[in-house]
């Protein structure tokens, strides 16, 4: 498809396990985006990517979360030692770039992880 | 630190006008987004307006800012059981990031 896609839809891990979540932009888009949407809450920013590297990785909650982006492409969520407090819908967005104008601002977001940490 | 605030629930008689509102507090926003999620699917984006302007219409949308108070609305004319979704409020900061409102359930009865 053209859209963006993330992998695995559903995680169930244990605690203290280390998961790692994927995501494939839409093809030509050089921005890359994660956000974690908590049960009732909103939409929290993680980080973000131009090409393959991260300007600001300040939105991390933790030094247990890591990011990484090759070949402009596929991004990789790393979450080690996993606790509860990670379950959440971690979700993917991609745009075209990240300057001029709104209709590059525009980000496509994939269907999301779910990640349940027991 | 930046926030965008929104109410987490509406409910509208299926034909009504639906007005989701949202407050917001920085001052330098370049856009503000409308998203919505409905169940099991994707954000999508809805609708834009740059911060110079004050209203925008598309269709059944009309999005009004009032950028003095930093209040954004999102009206959705003659409601639709269509509509029923999670819209979320963003404001893009001046790091080109998007800061969201926890978003707003539309419920609508019939």
């Known amino acids: 498809g053209a859209g963006v896609s993330q992998s695995p839809s559903n995680k169930v891990t244990e605690k203290g396990k280390d998961v790692e979540l994927r995501c494939d932009p839409i093809s030509g888009h050089t921005a890359l985006y994660w956000y974690r949407q908590s049960l009732g809450q909103g939409l929290e920013f993680l980080i973000y990517?131009?090409?393959?590297?991260?300007?600001?990785k300040s939105g991390l909650p933790s030094d247990r979360f890591s990011a990484e982006r090759t070949g402009g492409s596929v991004s990789t969520l790393t979450i080690q030692r996993t606790q509860q407090e990670d379950s959440a819908v971690y979700l993917c967005?991609?745009?075209?770039?990240?300057?001029?104008?709104?209709?590059?601002?525009?980000?496509?977001f994939g269907p999301g992880t779910r990640l349940t940490v027991l | 630190g930046e926030d965008v605030e929104q109410s987490l629930f509406l409910s509208v008689r299926e034909g009504d006008s639906s007005v989701i509102n949202c407050t917001y507090t920085d001052s330098s926003s370049t856009y503000l987004y409308w998203y919505k999620q409905e169940p099991g699917a994707g954000l999508q984006l809805l609708t834009y307006i740059f911060s110079n302007m004050d209203m925008k219409q598309d269709q059944r949308l009309t999005v009004l800012l009032n950028k003095k108070d930093k209040h954004l609305s999102l009206r959705i004319a003659d409601t639709q059981t269509g509509d029923s979704a999670i819209y979320f409020c963003?404001?893009?900061?001046?790091?080109?990031?998007?800061?969201w409102g926890a978003g707003t359930k539309l419920i609508i009865k019939p």
């Open positions: 963003a404001e893009m900061d001046s790091n080109y990031q998007l800061i």
């Open positions: 967005a991609s745009s075209l770039g990240i300057l001029v104008g709104a209709s590059y601002n525009e980000q496509f």
């Open positions: 990517f131009q090409g393959n590297s991260a300007p600001d």
